[in-house]
């Protein structure tokens, strides 16, 4: 009987531990719970984290990135005028020579010799004519003799002109300032006509040469600076425009347009490639947003707005577009702080936390 008793207790014991350590497990599961909920209230609560943006008004320009080349000044190619052998070559590769400056030497020696004959020739049609006209003076010849002599000593005269310019072709000299090319004949070659002896590029100027689109050929204006790079240094250069296509190339669409840069230090060369940004037009107290910060949307665009903590849907529509801005025209102020970053999360009246603002 007594030990019935002690096995009632005993069990009786074991049961109430059972019975208190599930009620024990059952609290902390609930304010596991209980915690777990508020974390997530609290999250809800401090909203999605998003970058902003403050809107702000500043000068706005349109910009266009094409490719253009460098074109020399003048550049011409110094060729022969006649089939004669070079005797003399009085100038070096890459020289900078002025205008008259004597470049190549042909062959003249038989042209020297027709010219000495014409001038003998020319002495003794000369004396003819002042002894007839001495004779005309006296009544002594007739007036027929003295025209025939007088018309001989002329056409000597032209002669030995005629024969002058073709000894000055034997001289080739330089048509204007400028840095000489390759030279491609030596004393003893024997060129004709429209060999090319060298050529001759005048790079104190450097042209820039490029097609701008039909759509913006209008917003070219002359006497504008454009700005330009080429591949061989990061220095950025300024050409002013001088020039342009009177009409639109039929297969591109593109109007030609020529300007022009200093290269006093020869630092440009032609035949480079330029990269130009052209500056098209500009908007002067313009609304802008980073790019990332427009979305598509039924009537055309449209951004998140942080207001008071929460998002805002708005329609914008937007004017020029550049490589990292967008113009807005209506739907923002200034001061409006537009959202650029976690826009798939967002929805309208969702709560958000900026990270940053710029």
Same mark, same amino acid.
């Given at each position: 009987?007594?030990?019935?008793?002690?096995?009632?207790?005993?069990?009786?014991?074991?049961?109430?531990?059972?019975?208190?350590?599930?009620?024990?497990?059952?609290?902390?599961?609930?304010?596991?719970?209980?915690?777990?909920?508020?974390?997530?209230?609290?999250?809800?609560?401090? #909203?999605?984290?998003?970058?902003?943006?403050?809107?702000?008004?500043?000068?706005?320009?349109?910009?266009?990135?094409?490719?253009?080349?460098?074109?020399?000044?003048?550049?011409?190619?110094?060729?022969?005028?006649?089939?004669?052998?070079?005797?003399?070559?009085h100038v070096k590769e890459g020289n900078v020579v002025n205008t008259g400056a004597l470049l190549f030497q042909l062959d003249d020696?038989?042209?020297?010799?027709?010219?000495?004959?014409?001038?003998?020739?020319?002495?003794?049609?000369?004396?003819?004519?002042?002894?007839?006209?001495?004779?005309?003076?006296?009544?002594?010849?007739?007036?027929?003799?003295?025209?025939?002599?007088?018309?001989?000593?002329?056409?000597?005269?032209?002669?030995?002109?005629? %024969?002058?310019?073709?000894?000055?072709?034997?001289?080739?000299?330089?048509?204007?300032?400028?840095?000489? #090319?390759?030279?491609?004949?030596?004393?003893?070659?024997?060129?004709?006509?429209?060999?090319?002896?060298?050529?001759?590029?005048?790079?104190?100027?450097?042209?820039?040469?490029?097609?701008?689109?039909?759509?913006?050929?209008?917003?070219?204006?002359?006497?504008?600076?454009?700005?330009?790079?080429?591949?061989?240094?990061?220095?950025?250069?300024?050409?002013?425009?001088?020039?342009?296509?009177?009409?639109?190339?039929?297969?591109?669409?593109?109007?030609?347009?020529?300007?022009?840069?200093?290269?006093?230090q020869r630092a440009l060369v032609p035949g480079q490639s330029a990269r130009l940004t052209l500056a098209l037009r500009t908007a002067?107290?313009?609304?802008?947003?980073?790019?990332?910060?427009?979305?598509?949307?039924?009537?055309?665009?449209?951004?998140?707005?942080?207001?008071?903590?929460?998002?805002?849907?708005?329609?914008?529509?937007?004017?020029?577009?550049?490589?990292?801005?967008?113009?807005?025209?209506?739907? %923002?102020?200034? #001061?409006?702080?537009?959202?650029?970053?976690?826009?798939?999360?967002?929805?309208? #009246?969702?709560?958000?936390?900026?990270?940053?603002?710029?």
């Open positions: 009987m007594k030990r019935q008793v002690t096995l009632f207790k005993s069990g009786l014991y074991a049961l109430l531990l059972a019975t208190g350590g599930s009620l024990l497990l059952q609290a902390c599961a609930s304010k596991a719970n209980d915690k777990e909920a508020t974390a997530t209230a609290a999250a809800a609560t401090a #909203g999605i984290p998003a970058d902003g943006h403050i809107v702000k008004t500043s000068s706005f320009s349109d910009e266009l990135e094409i490719t253009g080349s460098l074109v020399a000044n003048q550049e011409v190619s110094i060729v022969s005028e006649l089939p004669r052998k070079v005797v003399q070559v020696a038989d042209l020297q010799a027709q010219l000495e004959r014409l001038r003998q020739q020319e002495k003794l049609a000369a004396l003819n004519e002042a002894r007839l006209k001495d004779l005309i003076e006296h009544d002594a010849a007739v007036q027929q003799d003295y025209d025939q002599a007088i018309t001989n000593l002329k056409v000597l005269e032209a002669e030995i002109r005629a %024969l002058q310019v073709t000894i000055a072709k034997t001289r080739i000299r330089a048509p204007f300032d400028g840095r000489i #090319g390759i030279i491609r004949a030596y004393p003893g070659a024997l060129v004709s006509p429209n060999t090319e002896l060298t050529n001759i590029v005048d790079d104190s100027r450097i042209k820039v040469e490029f097609q701008v689109p039909e759509k913006y050929a209008h917003l070219i204006r002359m006497n504008e600076q454009q700005a330009f790079t080429v591949a061989s240094d990061t220095t950025l250069y300024h050409a002013t425009v001088i020039a342009k296509e009177s009409q639109i190339d039929a297969q591109t669409r593109t109007l030609l347009i020529r300007a022009i840069t200093p290269n006093a002067d107290n313009a609304l802008k947003i980073p790019s990332q910060a427009l979305m598509p949307s039924a009537k055309g665009y449209a951004v998140y707005l942080a207001k008071n903590k929460a998002v805002q849907f708005t329609e914008v529509q937007i004017g020029q577009r550049g490589a990292y801005d967008v113009q807005i025209l209506k739907g %923002l102020s200034a #001061g409006d702080t537009v959202i650029t970053s976690n826009l798939l999360r967002l929805t309208p #009246g969702a709560n958000v936390e900026l990270v940053t603002v710029k």
